[in-house]
């Protein structure tokens, strides 16, 4: 399942694959096929434009890990 924020962006030409318990807060955006494992939390309005490991969360545009 994924928790999802108000106006969650996802763009490109392919989808991404989302994992188990993701949380997208407010704003983000997701951009390619890329694959957001499980486990993993996207900040607000962060830009997520490269595939995310699990138990991590990321923030930034563009995104970047800031914890695991």
Do not use: C, R
């Not at 494992?37 to 890990?65: E, M, R, W």
């Amino acid at each position: 399942s994924a928790h999802i924020g108000d106006y969650l962006a996802v763009g490109g030409m392919k989808q991404p694959l989302i994992g188990d318990n993701v949380v997208f807060f407010s704003g983000a955006k997701i951009l390619g096929a890329i694959e957001i494992a499980n486990n993993v939390q996207i900040g607000a309005n962060a830009v997520l434009t490269k595939s995310a490991d699990a138990f991590s969360t990321y923030a930034g545009v563009p995104a970047h890990k800031i914890s695991t």
